[in-house]
Structures are given as structure tokens and as C-alpha cells.
């Protein structure tokens, strides 16, 4: 005789184990914060202001920076950008009028950014205000 | 008669952890709605100049345009044609500031270009009423 199946199964519940996910949940938290890098990058800010264009020469007293190659020239004698930033730093731009800050930026045909941006960063430093010097075309 | 100090029950206290796996998923959520998708495109090939004045930046800023070593210029990430479309782009984005703060713009510039590349770019910044904030490296950092 063939013996009836009496055995009943095992009851088993569906339930998604949800123990570990405080566990899975704060890896993931430490995982982003050690994976993120926060960028921050060194710069420094040039006033620029848009204006209209002009064909005359701002004053006889505005300093005028003039790039032509790798030589810099303040108010047409040649210095290193040392001697820039120690003429600059003379003149006081900070304590005085917006409109006496200005200083007239040139620079040649094929000038590097490299010398560029070494002559705006001197100039923002001591509180400059930079007027792009345009060529005539 | 003294009476015999009584034996102090020893309780057990839970911490209630229940709630933990609740407070960890709110906290990853928190931080993807509130974190800030990085638009530096870190891919531009570019060198930086040197300078001893420049400073970690901590203002946000409103666009980044970048000029990578080829003369490439790329406005927030995307390759753009010329200066006018930086500027068109950077004066759509400054239309409703109303503080100096949110007018800062990154500039990224390679070294060895040209007064004639990175000029005109300089100058649209400018006319659309950014505030440049150039990118450089220190030389002792």
C-alpha cells in the first residue's frame, strides 16, 4: 500500500529580510562621503567692467601695463612683474576713487595668457580696475 | 529589625534601532536632492598659469567657460563657436541676478594661447556683466 503523504510543508513566510538595510544604507552613506571630492579651484577675480568704447585716452595719469612678449612694461619703462607688483602696491588703488583705479591693460599680438593673467592677477591684487586697451584696426 | 538592602533589578534598556534604516535612507536622499551636480568639465585638456595671488574661490559661480589647449572654447561644459556665444550664454544667465555675488563667471584658460584666442572671450565675459574669476595654480602651493 502506498503511504499517504502526511508530512505537511513547512510553512514559509515571504517576508524580505529587512535587518541589514540600516547597515546597507550608512555604507552607502560613508562610501559618498569618502568618495566626494569637493572641488574647489584657485582663481583670482578680475573687475572688468563693460563699458562703451572710446577712442580718447582715459588721463594722462593712467597707469598703462604693457605686455609685449614675455617683457612688461609700466608706463613704457620695462620691469619684471616683481617690480609690477611693488609699483602697484605704491600707488594705493584700494583707498582711492573708483575711477582713479583704472588701469590700462595692452598687450601685443600673440601674447601668452601665461603673462596675461600674471598682469591681472598683480593688477587685481592691489585693487585695480582693468581697461582693456584695444588696437586700432 | 534591620531591613536587608533589597537587591536592585537589573534592567535592560533597548536602543531603539527600528527606526535607524529610516533615518539612513532620508539622509542619502537628502543628500542627492541637495548636492549640486558638478558642470566642470574636468576632460578639457588645459595648463594653467602660475600666479602667487590667486585664492581657493568661495563664491558660486553663475558659469564656468573654459579654453582648452587647441583654442576650443566650451561655455558650462558645451563647445561653443565663438566669444558671441559666451556672451549671449553668460547674459542669459545673469538676466535675473540681483547681487554682485551671483555675477561671478570661471575662466579657465590655457598658458600657451594667444592674446588673440582668449581675448575676445575675456571681453564677452565682461560685456555681459560677469565677474572674472580666472583659474591658476600657485606656484608654491
Redesign the interface.
Known sequence: MRKRYTREKKHRSGEIP?GS??DI??L??IY?LVATTL????????????GEKTSQPQSDKTPIVNLRGNEIFLNDRNVSIDELNDRLAALELGTQEPSKRVIMLE????????N???A???I??HDGVVA?VEEDE | MKKRPQRRKRRTVPVPIASMGDIAFLLIIFFMVCSEVSRDNSNIQVTLPFSEYVEKIEIPVAARVAIDESGEIYFDGVRVDGAKDVEWGVRALLTNTVSDDQRHVQFKCDAALPKETFEPVLKAIAEAGGIIEAVGENPNP
Open positions: 529587512t538595510f540600516s544604507a550608512f552607502l552613506i559618498f572641488v574647489k579651484v584657485k582663481t583670482i577675480t578680475a573687475d572688468l567692467p563693460a598687450s601685443a599680438r600673440g601674447t601668452p595668457y601665461e596675461y593673467f600674471q591681472l592677477a598683480s587685481s591684487k582693456i
